[in-house]
């Protein structure tokens, strides 16, 4: 059975390829919204079963101050935060502001399934392996913060950067070749190479990784001065 839920996230893009990829599942979208700062009001007046919270920055303060609005006004919503790999102090925030469960962003959808479901039904839905290492952090904390976006900066050549910010703006592999004047085999074959070194397996899976790490933020904006017409 289908769950009832909103999408929010402060990426637009992201939120409405999510809720698309939900509806194709056999959920029902009641609405994909940008930014999660007006994301409260909009769920406490549709009142859907789940929420699905997508944050770049759940260690911020006042990051869930949605969710406790929510889980005030409407405390049968099951809120799932999204989230990049999460500090102790991510994790506990989330939690504290009456979530119901921490989904990596660049979980596969079939987790995103599981995690909805789960909250639905009254259950934390977490994965395990994030709170080993959410704790093994809180014991053995590291002795500066891991900077996710310039690790995964650093993986890709200059012109893989390209390509990734393109992807992210949603360009297919014709429009990426045309924009930067190459064969769609070689437009094609960067794609590719872009998501074996993120680690991920999707386009869409590789955008969200992009913008919730910052990453999209450091790369040098593309010049696009002969965009062709579609």
């Known amino acids: 059975m289908g769950v009832r839920l909103m999408v929010v996230d402060d990426h637009r893009l992201l939120a409405e390829a999510l809720a698309s990829a939900l509806k194709l599942r056999g959920h029902r979208v009641l609405a994909a919204a940008a930014p999660t700062s007006g994301a409260a009001e909009l769920v406490v007046s549709r009142a859907p079963e789940v929420c ?4 770049s920055a759940p260690a911020e303060p006042g ?7 929510i889980r005030r006004e409407r405390p049968q919503v099951a809120v799932v935060v999204l989230g990049p790999v999460p500090s102790p102090r991510g994790i506990a925030a989330a939690f504290a502001a009456g979530a119901a469960g921490y989904v990596r962003h660049d979980e596969r959808m079939e987790g995103v399934e599981r995690a909805m479901v789960k909250a639905r039904a009254g259950e934390a839905a977490v994965a395990p392996q994030l709170l080993r290492g959410a704790f093994a952090e809180l014991l053995n904390p590291a002795a500066a913060p891991d900077d996710e ?13 390209e390509v990734l910010v393109r992807v992210a703006e949603g360009e297919d592999t014709r429009l990426i070749a045309a924009g ?3 064969a769609s085999s070689t ?12 680690g991920v397996g999707s386009r869409l899976e590789a955008a969200a990784l992009a913008a919730r790490t910052g990453l999209l933020d450091r790369a040098a904006p593309v010049d696009r001065p002969g965009r062709p017409s579609l």
Request: charged content about 25%; hydrophobic content about 50%.
């Open 52 to 55: 699905l919270f997508g944050t």
């Open 63 to 69: 990051a869930f101050d949605p969710i406790v609005r």
């Open 149 to 161: 976006g310039q690790r995964l900066l650093r993986l890709l050549t200059p012109r893989e950067i």
């Open 180 to 182: 930067m004047r190459i």
């Open 187 to 198: 437009a094609r074959t960067h794609v590719q190479r872009v998501l074996m070194k993120l």
